[in-house]
């Protein structure tokens, strides 16, 4: 069975602090990772996906497969980070094959 | 250009009323996803169109759920006689390409609808 697992439900860090949100998965085979993001008052969006290894918004994320992690990590948080994370993961054959299945999300907040 | 959009934005339903919600895809994507989102939870895969087929409804969680997309761009969520348990919100999201091709495309989310059930 597939699983997201993000175990922080908040995190609070500072201006200028590096900043680690944590998600572990679980899965039958292959998967693609995602990081969603949602501010306040807007709609979820893709942050980024583990296929692109590409920095977004001063963002990265790993994905490790002996550890089945993928988390997600700023060395310098900014106030305008503040906002949900979640991590999702999606199957690339067979029946799962498009949907996304998340977890529960963690809320950040970045103090001044 | 123009987003997913969902309505109504908020719905409140007494218990045994039915309800329908709608989403407006971007215009020209093949793909459309719905999913529920708990208080406190992250989004749950409820169903999958690609264009008009319904190509998986297995998250649907009761037979009192049922979803369409007729024409392969709009499309409506039903609820018929709502339990208090489908108080959430339901969010629709909208892929350009069929799912496979290239891996899983990126979803466009609308906004969501709530749904509360007294």
């Known amino acids: 069975a597939q699983r997201v697992t993000q175990p922080e439900k908040l995190l609070s860090v500072f201006k200028g602090a590096p900043v680690e949100l944590k998600c572990n998965y679980s899965y039958s085979g292959s998967p693609e990772l995602f990081w969603y993001v949602q501010y306040s008052r807007q709609r979820l969006q893709l942050l980024l996906r583990h296929i692109s290894r590409e920095s977004i918004k001063g963002f990265t994320a790993d994905l490790n497969k002996g550890e089945t992690s993928f988390h997600l990590k700023k060395p310098f948080a900014q106030e305008e980070d503040s906002a949900m994370y979640y991590c999702a993961l999606s199957g690339i054959r067979g029946s799962t094959l498009g949907r996304l299945y998340f977890g529960r999300g963690t809320q950040l907040t970045v103090w001044p | 250009g123009a987003g997913v959009s969902q309505s109504p934005r908020y719905k409140v339903a007494k218990r045994g009323q039915d309800v329908a919600l709608r989403c407006d895809p971007i215009?020209?994507?093949?793909?459309l996803f719905w999913y529920q989102q708990a208080l406190g939870q992250g989004p749950e895969f409820l169903t999958y169109?690609?264009?008009?087929?319904?190509?998986?409804k297995s998250g649907l969680p009761s037979d009192r759920f049922f979803a369409e997309r007729p024409e392969g761009s709009v499309s409506t969520l039903k609820i018929q006689r709502t339990q208090q348990e489908d108080s959430a919100v339901y969010l629709c999201a909208s892929s350009l390409a069929y799912q496979g091709n290239y891996g899983t495309d990126t979803q466009y989310f609308g906004p969501g609808t709530r749904l509360t059930v007294l």
């Open positions: 215009s020209g994507h093949v793909s």
């Open positions: 169109f690609q264009n008009e087929a319904q190509l998986d």
